[in-house]
């Protein structure tokens, strides 16, 4: 009996960015965080989805094209689709926070990313269907990478909610030159 390895293939894709997503939100080994907490800004229902989205979508839509009817072959091992979604549901509860040290922001317990890398920031607004939308308002905070020898430091999203945005905003002035 040969073996299917498109089976197999799939549901390890969906495993793979469920894992992903899991360690955005939570790393288990993470070192002891640098420096002492300015603020801890937690996050909404509206920003977590923001910060998974790539992998959230991809891995719904990787669902719904395998589960046609008419996809031909089995793309996934059975049950795979209602773990992947619970999965994704479970990630999305996961409580998210920003962190703000003397060294730097992180998701959580994350390895923190560096004040000293980053050159300057940008403060916008929500996109406009969604301030007019009943979800929790989203301020987009863009932390913008320093020149470095070659090339530039990666730049950084931040969604912060509302009520957060004035004193993340106080301590970023203060920390990114």
Avoid at 86 to 103: E, H, I, K, M, W
Avoid at 133 to 161: E, F, I, N, V
Wanted: net charge positive; charged share 15%.
């Amino acid at each position: 009996m040969p073996i299917e390895w498109q089976p197999l293939i799939g549901s390890s894709f969906v495993s793979f960015l469920l894992a992903f997503m899991l360690v955005k939100a939570w790393v288990p080994f993470a070192p002891k965080r640098p420096g002492e907490v300015l603020l801890e800004v937690p996050l909404g229902w509206a920003q977590r989805f923001l910060i998974h989205r790539t992998q959230g979508l991809l891995l719904v839509l990787y669902l719904l094209l395998g589960s046609m009817p008419d996809a031909g072959v089995n793309w996934f091992l059975p049950g795979t689709q209602p773990a992947g979604l619970a999965g994704l549901a479970l990630v999305l509860a996961l409580p998210l926070r920003y962190v703000l040290t003397t060294n730097g922001v992180s998701i959580n317990n994350g390895v923190p990313w560096g004040w000293k890398t980053f050159r300057s920031y940008e403060v916008r607004p929500a996109a406009p269907l969604l301030r007019m939308s009943s979800l929790p308002s989203s301020t987009t905070l863009q932390l913008l990478g320093r020149p470095q020898g070659r090339g530039r430091a990666p730049d950084r999203t931040l969604y912060l909610p509302a009520a957060a945005v004035t004193p993340a905003t106080r301590i970023i002035r203060r920390c990114v030159r």
